[in-house]
């Protein structure tokens, strides 16, 4: 599974029995993988301001998570031919390359050997500090996501609407790509070539009858130029007074003309312009792919740092001072076990809060002084880390 459980309890020596107490049953009954989960010592500050950045870390938490998300998103829409190698490319790399030895690290290799990054986010500094460096991390990668991904998706949304032009029936399609100069009698004062679409089944008849239409009709002078799955498009050379009179008759027989103008400067310009469109889509696809891949790995880093901050804050706020907590990161081993699991932990740590670890099982229990909906409280500090990032 690609969910992780990420929870503390104190650091006395009954807490860390009833730790051991935990990774016993839970080994036994195969229920979770369980490893300790390193978090540095924090200028702690005074309770007042832990609270303020108790709030503030879950805003921040759940901007980032959604920022990580629409970033591997992005990854998907940019590699909308191969598909099958996004996950190769949603990795945290710029972490643990010494510790793990090698250059890909996949997200959930991060996570279960997560280790503080004292370079990027010093710990000697003030919680508030480090949490500041954060938000506008994340926050410059958001600027900068949107900026690359609006250019790149107008550029898409132009090419793929000069695309369908080249698709769908002889009726809506663009016929610039279909039509050349020599289909055509040009700058001629009395004559003009039509273009008109035939039903398939009525081929013979328009071979028999185009010519007596109307009057003053250029013998043989149709010829087939395209066909789609319903019919073909004909080409008719008349003199000009006979247009309308022409396209009465070719209606009341169901034959369509189509209305086009060959005019070679639009055609040449439409096409340089679908080649310039592919050319630019194809230069800007490496660079956006490639900041992508960087810039989802420093969010997501940036992300479980969070997640480490937040269980600090909220061990401090929970457990008091001195600060002394463990904190302990479960990877259920399926969907099913997870209740039983949540059962082993209510039981082991229910000696914590005994009001909430009754409401846990009841719901009608009333946790005084909490604004958390009741189904989100537990007895331990407890936050949940999602991977599933596709989904």
């Known amino acids: 599974m690609s969910e992780f459980w990420l929870i503390s309890a104190p650091g006395d020596k009954e807490n860390l029995q009833a730790l051991e107490r935990m990774n016993t049953v839970t080994s036994k009954s195969n229920l979770s993988y369980n490893t300790k989960f390193s978090i540095p010592d924090f200028k702690v500050g005074t309770l007042d301001s832990l609270v303020g950045l108790s709030d503030e870390l879950g805003k921040l938490d759940t901007f ?28 945290a790399n710029g972490g643990l390359k010494e510790k793990l030895k090698c250059l890909k690290i996949d997200l959930t290799s991060f996570v279960t050997h997560f280790e503080w990054d004292m370079a990027k986010y010093p710990a000697k500094q003030p919680l508030v500090c480090v949490v500041d460096t954060l938000a506008k991390q994340l926050a410059q990668i958001e600027t900068d996501l949107k900026s690359r991904t609006a250019a790149y998706n107008t550029l898409k ?42 039903p398939k089944p009525s081929y013979a008849q328009w071979q028999k009858t185009y010519e007596s239409l109307s009057d003053m009709v250029v013998p043989r002078s149709t010829k087939l130029i395209a066909e789609d799955n319903e019919g073909g498009l004909f080409t008719v050379t008349l003199f000009r007074k006979v247009i309308d009179d022409f396209k009465t008759k070719a209606k009341e027989n169901k034959f369509t003309v189509r209305e086009f103008y060959y005019d070679e400067k639009e055609i040449k310009r439409e096409r340089e312009e679908l080649s310039r469109l592919l050319s630019d889509k194809k230069q800007q696809y490496g660079p956006l792919l490639r900041w992508l891949k960087v810039n989802f790995s420093e969010a997501f880093i940036a992300w479980i740092h969070i997640k480490a901050l937040r269980v600090f804050v909220e061990s401090v706020l929970r457990y008091g001072l001195p600060v002394n907590f463990q904190a302990v990161l479960l990877q259920p081993h399926k969907k099913s076990s997870t209740k039983r699991l949540r059962e082993v932990l209510n039981s082991v740590f229910r000696h914590l809060d005994q009001v909430a670890a009754a409401s846990v099982l009841d719901a009608s229990v009333d946790i005084p002084g909490l604004q958390l909906g009741n189904q989100d409280y537990f007895p331990y500090v407890y936050f949940h880390i999602d991977l599933s990032l596709l989904d």
């Open 64 to 91: 980032a998570e959604s920022l990580i998300k629409r970033m591997a998103q992005s990854v998907v829409e940019v590699m909308e031919d191969s598909k099958g190698k996004v996950p190769e490319n949603l990795l």
């Open 157 to 198: 949304t132009n090419l793929e609407n000069l695309e369908k032009q080249s698709m769908g029936n002889l009726f809506t399609r663009t016929l610039s790509d279909i039509v050349s100069k020599e289909d055509f009698v040009l700058d001629s004062e009395y004559l003009v070539t039509l273009l008109v679409i035939v």
